[in-house]
């Protein structure tokens, strides 16, 4: 599938039109979200195959018009977003797509056929509220390209963003959290926002997000809350705003770990613990600067152990992912170092 798969202005098309059956599309998004990195794939290999199968599509769709939105002006964002919502709710209760090159076109008339087909009506109206928040997230983040915004409207921003993943994420792949399911999509969602956006601050700045708010830069310079750094000085600035985005970050991590010591299943539990640990790790080793990354220790060899065949290497990463979640992500020093920072 990911031979006739090339990259156009506005994403992944066919290189000639062709209808993609569902285990074709399964397919191509599993092998999209594989070429980013394990966490990105890794999440569907937790839930069971059709939970998997649904999110994957899910994802890859997210992933995609993230990437696409990315990559272009903010006016123009705006159009593909606006259209974007418009297959949306034209997919709901529509079977194949058909006749579209786009393959996100096929992975979102897929998920929503295993919506309609295979959840409740409970479960639908969550996950169609977390789509429209990222919706209004994706129009959010459009909007504000060269915009410094104040702490309440950063906050808005990743709840309209990472929290509604974490929803999508717990409905679709219908984890077992003893109704704590969005409390923590609220924790883990905020902390990896703060995480994300810092770590991603000199890069998006290129592009014309300021990822740190007016009272952020008002403390670190002292001045307006309105004036951006110089670049000869960012470093400096660094070592101040990560302390308290740090700590900040820490906090959240360390009540979704209260919260999940209190899960009774026991590989939703280890996932909630295993992803507060692979978040808090750049903070609490020394890597929580501008262009660092975080990851999934052990996730790489993972994949390099997984078939090629994305359906085979589902059934094999499925059974193997709980002893990977098995293995702690930081040491115990730093465990109860991060404990005495935050107690």
């Keep these: 599938m990911s031979r006739i798969l090339v990259r156009g202005p506005l994403g992944l098309v066919l290189a000639e039109p062709i209808d993609v059956s569902y285990e074709a ?62 297959k949306v709710r034209a997919a709901v209760g529509r079977g194949a797509y058909g006749g579209s090159r786009l393959i996100r076109d096929y992975w979102l008339t897929y998920f929503f056929r295993n919506l309609d087909e295979h959840y409740s009506e409970g479960e639908w109206k969550k996950v169609y509220s977390a789509i429209r928040e990222l919706y209004l997230s994706a129009l959010i983040d459009a909007a504000r390209r060269g915009r410094i915004l104040t702490p309440g409207e950063m906050v808005k921003l990743l709840k309209y963003k990472a929290v509604a993943f974490f929803k999508l994420y717990f409905t679709l792949g219908r984890f077992k959290l003893n109704g704590y399911e969005d409390k923590l999509a609220e924790l883990l969602g905020l902390a ?27 403390a670190l310079r002292g001045r307006g809350a309105g004036m951006q750094p110089p670049a000869s000085k960012t470093r400096l600035w660094w070592p101040r705003a990560a302390k308290r985005r740090g700590l900040a970050i820490l906090k959240l991590l360390m009540k979704a770990r209260h919260i999940a010591h209190r899960v009774r299943n026991p590989l939703a539990r280890k996932t909630i613990l295993r992803l507060t640990e692979a978040f808090a790790a750049p903070i609490l080793e020394g890597r929580f600067v501008p262009g660092a990354i975080y990851f999934f220790k052990g996730g790489k060899l993972l994949l390099k152990l997984l078939p090629r065949d994305e359906m085979l290497a589902y059934e094999v990463g499925h059974r193997m992912i709980g002893t990977l979640l098995s293995i702690p992500q930081l040491t115990p020093a730093l465990v109860k170092l991060w404990v005495k920072l935050t107690s």
């Design 25 to 86: 599309a399964v397919r191509a998004a599993r092998k999209f979200l594989r070429n980013r990195d394990f966490l990105h794939y890794g999440s569907q290999l937790i839930p069971e195959r059709l939970e998997s199968e649904t999110w994957s599509l899910a994802w890859a769709y997210v992933r995609e018009v993230d990437d696409v939105i990315d990559s272009i002006d903010g006016r123009s964002a705006r159009a593909v977003l606006a259209r974007e919502w418009e």
């Design 192 to 218: 990896l926002g703060l995480l994300d956006d810092f770590l991603d601050a000199l890069y998006d700045l290129k592009v014309g997000y300021v990822n740190l708010t007016s009272d952020e830069i008002a």
